[in-house]
């Protein structure tokens, strides 16, 4: 019978930590003296094993809510530690002090007010619910933009509420030269232009304020030119064709001719690429 409580007792060790939990495995085995006491000795009188050894025989810890050398109160209460809104240092251990460490929607000491941005939405003394202000608002009392108390950046306050600040509303605009302004709520963005503004007011050819090289205003749009319609012709070499191309144009050797020291001279076929030019699709087919 005892050898059975006993290969119990060493399959109760071995499976106390997760094998990668080495400070656990490490305090079994630093203590497995303590624990064979007990398992033969204490257990009936103290069922809790966390208890009996790790706040009361090692002193490592402490019971929950409670923190340092005394295992004193967390600020708060060992009951609901900072409140509930907030974590309590040491919590649980013989270190730390006891304060706390609020939520994001609360602050404070005890972690009973609210953080900016939060309102009470339910407050006593030991309870406090803070809830999301209104998104224009840094600091509200309800949750509504008439409840501000002071905007957030890129809002201003007018009779009433919070409301947007446009931005972009102003004489000298905050974007670059090649940017637009775009107002959002809250704030703005800059956004490029269209590729033949300078400069423009909007998104698109036609909010340019004036027009790169190559391409003109038509129909109040930035139009690419079509030099190659020009009554002045602007591809002047012989055998040489014009081609035009967006904000300006290319001279291009005419087929069957090509550029060689400058001019556009026939195409001489060399006697490689002669059959290869030749065969038509069908004739592959048929070759294979
Ligand atoms: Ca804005």
């Not at 656990?24 to 630093?30: A, K, R």
């Not at 000795?41 to 402490?62: G, Q, S, T």
């Not at 004036?210 to 602007?234: F, H, Q, R, W």
């Amino acid at each position: 019978m005892k050898q059975y409580i006993e290969i119990r007792l060493v399959e109760i060790i071995e499976n106390l930590c997760d094998s990668s939990n080495f400070e656990c495995n490490n305090m079994v085995e630093e203590h497995e003296e303590h624990i064979e006491a007990w398992w033969f000795k204490w257990k009936k009188k103290n069922p809790d094993l966390f208890k009996w050894l790790c706040i009361e025989k090692i002193e490592v810890c402490c019971p929950a809510g409670t923190y340092g050398p005394d295992c004193l109160a967390c600020l708060g209460g060992s009951e609901r530690p900072c409140h509930g809104n907030g974590r309590c240092d040491g919590d649980g251990t013989r270190g730390g002090d006891g304060s706390c460490s609020c939520n994001k929607e609360h602050k404070g000491e005890f972690c009973l007010d609210c953080a900016d941005g939060y309102y009470n939405s339910h407050r006593n003394d030991t309870h406090s619910v803070c809830t999301a202000c209104h998104n224009s608002c840094k600091t509200c009392t309800g949750a509504a933009n008439t409840d501000c108390q002071d905007c957030k950046e890129g809002w201003t306050k007018n009779e009433e509420a919070c409301v947007d600040v446009d931005e972009c509303a102003v004489e000298d605009s905050p974007c670059n030269g090649d940017q637009y302004c775009l107002n959002t709520d809250g704030s703005f963005s800059c956004r490029a232009c269209d590729i033949s503004c300078v400069e423009c007011t909007g998104e698109g050819p036609d909010r340019c304020k004036s027009c790169i090289a190559g391409y003109e205003m038509e129909e109040e749009k930035c139009t690419d030119v079509n030099e190659c319609a020009l009554p002045e012709k602007v591809c002047v070499r012989e055998n040489e064709d014009c081609v035009n191309t967006p904000g300006g144009y290319k001279c291009v050797c005419t087929e069957g001719f090509e550029d060689k020291d400058g001019v556009c001279a026939p195409i001489i076929k060399t006697e490689e690429e002669a059959p290869e030019n030749s065969s038509s699709p069908a004739a592959t087919h048929e070759d294979l």
